[in-house]
């Protein structure tokens, strides 16, 4: 398995998704509350670009007319066919027991870390073949 550095951390606001392109698979990256996930952009369910659905919260109800919003901000519908998925776990809400979106690791970590110096340029070797005049206006 390879790294990737996909964006800085504050390119991806909070509630928010970005999208990158890794060895040719596009991959959502969200940031739930100043923790980020990544997700393929592929609905398991029939192959729609899921990253580009609604982030929404889920509806929890235990009886008729009385509703509970919870997983603010945590969960994904798909913007073919309405099924949800947990940005946090991948898990389907529609068939939970076979179905869940392909998630990727995601690791914070400080520039310092990425690229540790001493950093040194390449270097080209330079022969002069010829001698020039040059005149300075």
């Not at 529609?94 to 979106?101: F, G, N, R």
Request: hydrophobic residues 40%; contains cysteine.
């Amino acid at each position: 398995m390879s790294r990737h550095v996909v964006a800085a951390v504050g390119e991806i606001a909070p509630g928010t998704c970005k999208l990158v392109t890794v060895k040719g698979r596009e991959i959502g990256v969200f940031n739930v509350n100043n923790e980020f996930f990544a997700l393929i952009n592929r609905c398991p369910h029939q192959g729609a670009p899921l990253c580009r659905g609604e982030i929404l919260s889920r509806l929890v109800s235990k009886s008729p007319g009385q509703y509970e919003l919870t997983h603010r901000g945590e969960m994904l519908r798909c913007p073919w066919h309405c099924w949800e998925f947990d940005i946090r776990t991948g898990q389907s809400w529609c068939e939970p027991d076979s179905v869940q979106a392909r998630t990727y690791a995601v690791e914070i970590e400080p520039g310092s870390e990425l690229a540790k110096g001493p950093f040194a340029a390449e270097t080209v070797p330079v022969a002069i073949e010829q001698d020039y005049v040059v005149i300075t206006v």
